[in-house]
């Protein structure tokens, strides 16, 4: 877990329990940059999917009793964390819609609706900042297709 190969979600969360000093007093040092990096992604990706389970009405999630947003900002040690965090949602908002125009073009109308409104919770719990790069590249990527 600490050199961020692999991490599973489990450890994902008992990583954030130790890195988290303010509950267990302990601080937790990666030998690497990429080690840190690695963690920090495994865990945004743990967030992510625990948000795009919710119902789609939510505008928070709790994340074992901690909001999601404060979850994912608990376990950031450096400034690349909200670049991760923007990446990751532009990545995962693609995907979506992506999926979504191709379960229109099947004529899946529920599916698609499905798929969408996990777009708009993820936006909604992990708002982009105006004009973030990640959100300029998932719109170039959407003019595109």
């Known amino acids: 877990m600490v050199a961020g190969v692999g991490a599973e979600y489990g450890a994902v969360s008992e990583g954030s329990q130790l890195v ?16 840190c990096d690695s963690f920090y992604r495994a865990s945004v990706d743990f967030v992510l999917n625990v ?7 939510c505008t928070s999630v709790q994340i074992y009793g901690e909001d999601a947003r ?4 608990g376990l950031a040690e450096n400034i690349c964390a909200a670049i991760i965090v923007s990446a990751a949602v532009a990545a995962r908002t693609r995907s979506w819609f992506l999926q979504a ?13 499905f798929e969408l409104s996990k777009i708009c919770l ?6 982009p900042k105006e004009s973030s790069p990640e959100m300029e590249w998932l719109l170039e990527a959407w003019r595109n297709i």
């Not at 125009?101 to 609706?113: C, M, P, T």
């Open 20 to 35: 988290d000093s303010r509950t267990s007093g302990v601080r937790v040092s990666f030998d690497t940059t990429n080690a």
């Open 51 to 57: 948000c795009s389970r919710a119902l789609s009405h």
């Open 70 to 73: 404060k979850f994912v900002a």
């Open 101 to 113: 125009w191709a379960l229109e073009i099947q004529v899946k109308h529920a599916e698609a609706k």
């Open 122 to 127: 993820m936006l909604r719990i992990f708002p």
